[in-house]
């Protein structure tokens, strides 16, 4: 939600920042905005609207000259997206950028109307911006008093990334809960909400932490903590290059991710697996320990929760221990019965989800163990957990998530394998096959893939429908809530998932002749059952989508368009199945012509509750 740069240095700044912010546009796309130091103090440009929108203002109005700058993408919480209420924010001698929520802004707003301050827009953070300045102008003006005196008042989540008239020479950046990292250059120097900002100038970073102040200038990074003092960081570095954000030569975004997959897959289930069994000893986790929880609790969000899901239908199948799955915005406030005995597992693409990384806090505060399985490296989820999986799925720029998907599930087969293996409810042979199942899923997303003309063409005869239906049973359900979550945020057509067995209690009647009914049928035990439930609907005029096991036969009475999968075993066919409703979901929005990567409404990071 809403991503942050910086830049100073020697070349021109307004280019770098408009650059960094279109590689941040994911995380909200609202309106956008710059402020650059200059000899005649902060000049600032904003926009409503997507970045090509501030671009056009910089073509056409005269361009801010500095070396020194911040910048803004914005997804907006407090006030409507509007020229006046986009970034940055401030007065003549402070402006600020803000990726959070400032929780007392209307406390903070009160103590400056009183001191004589006026405001232009709605936003919580130009009172943020305010309160920096009251500070900075009733003391010494000096910008680190001044952060440190509005720190200690502002509550709430921030990144901020500052800039001080009197001080064209620097930038000052600080942060509570949400993402800031710091890059670090030759001669010059970054601030970003995340290092795909400025990948293509440096891999090395600073992850900056709480408390911490930095100064930002050309030639250093000194990063103070509150009493001033110097802190001593680690250097970080970037193990992906900026092909790995960039299209190349895919459409959009998530069509290559959706393609990264068998990669992606690859690169997080390899460290993981020596001799041919599961080896989660390498992350942290102690793996005796496994068998003794009581229970699982895996929390997440949205796609990240459907991956729990499967985590679900899976441990529970294969090492018969119970596994409790809850979005994280419930998990939080109804009180759940997590002991000391149990273990808590977030999984977060992003690792800043704020109810994922509140719900993790509540978990650890009622003395369970956690572990996270998680894509960014370095973010908030997976250093608060005691163990962090990483799924190393390289950056994921698209809003909808495919490939982090993919990963979680594939990491959550191993943790499955583990766990069954240390409960002795399977062998160390079966085990053994169930990893080789899970390192030929590469090659089989791969052949998945391979449908990708029948999905489109499947996506062009369902795009116009107003409503339809995802059903399945077991995991095959739990996929379609994926299906159809998939479906909805992009192609912003409704769409419901269904347990299969369901839909006569109520659910049918919704059907009519022609809506179509995406059914998924891959589970052995009861594909004829799945099949019967889909008939029922095949009668009422449904028109069916079927995704199924290769065995599977299809006649008129079952559906209209098939997808038959790769042979697999039957706990793997999540990750096999996943694909086609991805590329269908794809299609949809791509061909109703919907900006895909960058849907309605939605940002990458959720970083407010
Ligand atoms: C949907 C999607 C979201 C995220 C959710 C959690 O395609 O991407 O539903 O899965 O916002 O995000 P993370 O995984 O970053 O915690």
Known sequence: ??????????????????????????????????????????????????????????????????????????????????????????????????????????????????????????????????????????????????????????????????????????????????????????????????????????????????????????????????????VEKKVQTADWDVSAAEKGGYPHFMLKEIHEQPEAVRAAISPRIRDGLPWLEGDGIDTDKLPKYRKLFFVACGTAMHAGLVAKYVIERTAGVEVTVDVASEFRYRDPLITKDDLFVAISQSGETADTLAALRLAKEKGADTVGIVNVVGSSIAREVDHVLYTYAGPEISVASTKAYMVQIAVVYLIAMELALKKGTISRSQCEAAVSHLQEMPDVISQVLEEKDTCSMIASRIMNAESLLYIGRGLDYALSMEGSLKLKEISYIHSESYAAGELKHGTISLVTEGMPVIAIATQKRIIEKTISNIKEVKAR?????????????????????????????????????????????????????????????LAKSVTVE
């Not at 546009?25 to 005649?40: F, H, K, L, M, N």
């Not at 790769?566 to 929005?589: E, W």
């Open 541 to 601: 005029g449904a028109k069916v989508v079927l995704i199924c096991a290769p065995e599977v036969e299809v006649g008129k009475d079952v559906a209209d368009y098939v997808i038959h999968l790769p042979k697999t075993d039957d706990i793997f066919y999540p990750m096999a199945a996943a694909v086609p409703m991805q590329l269908i979901a794809y299609y949809c929005s791509a061909l109703k012509g919907n900006d895909v990567d960058k849907p309605r409404n």
């Open 1 to 230: 939600m809403c991503g942050i740069v910086g830049y100073i240095g020697t070349r021109d700044c307004v280019d770098m920042l408009v650059d960094s912010l279109a590689r941040l546009e994911y995380r909200g796309y609202d309106s956008s905005g710059i402020a650059v130091a200059g000899p005649d103090g902060i000049q600032v440009r904003k926009a409503a609207g997507r970045l090509s929108n501030l671009r056009r203002k910089l073509a056409d109005e005269d361009r801010p000259a500095g070396h020194a700058g911040i910048g803004h993408t914005r997804w907006a919480t407090h006030g409507a997206p509007s020229d006046v209420n986009a970034h940055p924010q401030g007065t003549k001698d402070v402006m600020l950028v803000h990726n959070g929520i400032i929780e007392n802004y209307r406390e903070i707003e009160d103590f400056l109307t009183q001191k004589g301050y006026t405001f232009s827009s709605e936003t919580d953070t130009e009172r943020a911006a305010c309160l920096i300045d009251w500070y900075y102008r009733s003391g010494k003006r000096d910008p680190q008093e001044a952060l440190r005196g509005a720190l200690g008042v502002i509550r709430g989540s921030y990144a901020f990334a500052v800039l001080f008239r009197d001080f064209p020479d620097r930038l000052y950046a600080v942060r509570c809960e949400s993402p800031l990292v710091i890059g670090l250059g030759d001669g010059e120097n970054f601030i970003g909400s995340d290092v795909t900002s400025f990948i293509s100038y440096t891999k090395k970073y600073y992850l900056l932490e709480k408390d911490e102040i930095a100064e930002i200038r050309a030639d250093g990074v000194y990063i103070r903590g509150m009493d001033g003092h110097l």
